[in-house]
């Protein structure tokens, strides 16, 4: 037989005198980080360029939705494994006859995979719960996904849950040829900006020829090694010195569609990512 995992109250009690899920921005820490729980995947440490810190992510499907996030740009900050208060689960647990989790006597805390802020008035807050579509297996599961969403209704803030067949395989792709690179650029900031500011020149001469044709154009003129330009710009939008529309294909990318970034943020973000 299977052993239940759960936490203990001492580790809830030095969890809470260390600050996990509370803080804002930089000073926001995640109740569960990578090293806490088991994952049904790969987890994740991510540097986040808004909020400045560490995120800790706990499958690829929570990584993808952490990037699309973070290309949002009314998108102000993502809080990922957000705790929710167990005295209000417990509550919404007995008044919907639904078994609140429990491991050897202590009532686990729930959480939610993302609390996120945005600009929006219409929409200032909303929370998202990440599942794999074959996770829903279980009347259990079900029950615990309920428990959240009444939470979350409680308190006023959208709910969802989103699925691997939520997010677009185009995005997917782009994530995963874009973020790949990330911190790979092996010149000083200094110098991306430098390299950033010659592509976005060339680029303005030629705005409806494609990233792919533009950069083998580019490797011929200047005598570069074939892909060598493609792995730079690959570098700088990584790091957002470019930025696009993330739902548009790479293949099909024109350099007029990428759009130089704050560079003097850029730069700072970077400094500050490596102290």
């Not at 911190?183 to 990233?211: C, N, V």
């Not at 154009?217 to 990584?238: F, K, N, P, T, V």
Request: proline letters at 4%.
């Amino acid at each position: 037989m299977s052993r239940k995992i759960g936490h203990t109250e001492a580790q809830y009690s030095k969890w809470i005198k260390e600050g996990r899920g509370s803080g804002e921005h930089q000073d926001y820490k995640p109740w569960l980080t990578v090293y806490d729980v088991p994952s049904d995947g790969r987890v994740h440490r991510v540097f986040g360029y808004k909020s400045k810190r560490t995120h800790h992510l706990l499958s690829d499907l929570e990584l993808s939705m952490f990037y699309l996030l973070e290309w949002r740009s009314d998108v102000l900050q993502v809080k990922e494994q957000f705790p929710l208060e167990r005295d209000i689960t417990q509550e919404l647990a007995e008044s919907a006859g639904i078994k609140h989790p429990n491991v050897r006597g202590v009532a686990q805390y729930l959480s939610s995979d993302f609390l996120v802020e945005t600009s929006s008035r219409d929409l200032p807050y909303f929370a998202l719960q990440a599942k794999y579509v074959n996770s829903f297996e279980g009347l259990r599961k079900i029950e615990i996904l309920e428990l959240e969403r009444r939470y979350w209704h409680e308190k006023k803030i959208p709910w969802q849950i989103v699925t691997e067949a939520e997010i677009p395989r185009v995005v997917k792709i782009n994530i995963e040829w874009i973020y790949s690179m990330q911190g790979a650029h092996k010149g000083t900031p200094e110098s991306a900006i430098e390299q950033a500011r010659f592509y976005a020149d060339y680029f303005a001469k030629h705005p409806t020829k494609t990233l792919i044709n533009i950069c083998k154009e580019i490797d011929s003129a200047y005598e570069l090694d074939l892909g060598e330009s493609l792995y730079e710009i690959r570098c700088l939008m990584a790091d957002r010195y470019f930025t696009f529309d993330i739902f548009t294909p790479v293949q099909k990318l024109q350099v007029g569609q990428l759009n130089l970034g704050d560079v003097d943020q850029i730069k700072e973000v970077l400094r500050v990512s490596n102290q």
